[in-house]
C-alpha cells in the first residue's frame, strides 16, 4: 500500500509479527505509527503479487485516519478519509486487477442514501440478524458460530413447540379469513403467530444476551 500525500507518498508492507495476515477468511486492521503528522491523504495505492494458495483478495472500504496524539491521552487534528473499493484484487475475478489506485469519498457520496444503508446495515445484519450471522461471523468475534447455530436452532424449535401447544386452542371461524394476494390466513392463525412471537422473542433475546455476555476462552492476539 502506498499512500500519497500532499508532497510525498509512502509505501508500505502490510505485515504483522508472528502470524499471517490477509489469509482466506479473516479480516484484518492495520496501525501505522509516525513520529510527525503527515498531512492530509490524497490518494492510495494498493497492490499484491497475486502469491499463495488463494490470492484473491476482495476489499469493501478502506478507512483511513489520521491522528496527533498530545499529553494526557488527549488528541487533535482527527481527521477520517474514507475510499470506497467494493472490487477484487485477483487474476481471476472480477476486473481482474491486483492494483488499484483510489481517491477519497466526497461528503455527498458519504450522505448518499445507498452508501449510507450499505455501511448501516450492513454489521446489523452481519450481527445481528438471527440467521445471515451464522454464515457471515466475524472473525474476531467472541459469539462463536456454534452459539449463534443454538440460539437459531432453539429459536426455530421452540416456535415449533409454542405453535402445537396452540393448536385448537382458537377457533376457527371461517367467515373471518383473510387474504394476501395468493395467500389464505384466519384470524386464529394469526392469533397463533402473534402469540407465538411474543414467547419465543424473550428466550431469543435472552440466549443472546447470555452468549454475548460470556468472555471467550482465549483472546486474539
Not at 13 to 42: C, N, Q, Y
Request: charged share 15%; hydrophobic share 45%.
Amino acid at each position: 500500500m502506498t499512500l500519497f500525500l500532499s508532497n510525498c507518498f509512502q509505501p508500505h508492507i502490510l505485515s504483522a509479527h508472528g502470524r499471517k495476515v490477509l489469509t482466506m477468511g479473516s479480516e484484518d486492521s492495520f496501525l501505522l505509527l509516525t513520529p510527525d503528522w503527515l498531512g492530509p491523504l490524497r490518494s492510495v495505492r494498493l497492490w499484491h503479487d497475486s502469491s499463495g494458495r488463494h490470492p484473491s483478495w476482495y476489499l469493501p472500504l478502506l478507512l483511513s485516519g489520521s491522528v496527533t496524539r498530545l499529553r494526557y491521552e488527549t488528541y487533535k487534528r482527527n481527521q477520517l478519509w474514507v475510499f470506497p473499493v467494493h472490487h477484487w484484487l485477483s487474476l481471476v475475478q472480477g476486473e481482474k486487477r491486483i492494483e488499484y489506485q483510489l481517491q477519497p469519498a466526497s461528503l455527498d457520496h458519504l450522505m448518499h442514501w445507498r452508501t449510507y444503508m450499505h455501511r448501516s446495515l450492513g454489521p446489523i445484519l452481519r450481527e445481528e440478524h438471527i440467521w445471515i450471522n451464522i454464515v457471515t461471523r466475524h472473525p474476531r468475534s467472541s459469539y462463536t458460530r456454534c452459539q449463534r447455530v443454538g440460539v437459531a436452532s432453539a429459536t426455530l424449535l421452540a416456535a415449533m413447540l409454542i405453535s402445537l401447544l396452540l393448536f385448537g386452542v382458537y377457533f376457527n371461524d371461517p367467515t373471518q379469513q383473510m387474504y394476501y394476494g395468493h395467500f389464505l390466513m384466519s384470524s386464529a392463525e394469526l392469533m397463533v403467530a402473534v402469540n407465538t412471537t411474543l414467547i419465543v422473542l424473550p428466550l431469543t433475546f435472552l440466549l443472546y444476551f447470555l452468549f454475548r455476555s460470556v468472555l471467550p476462552l482465549y483472546k486474539y492476539s
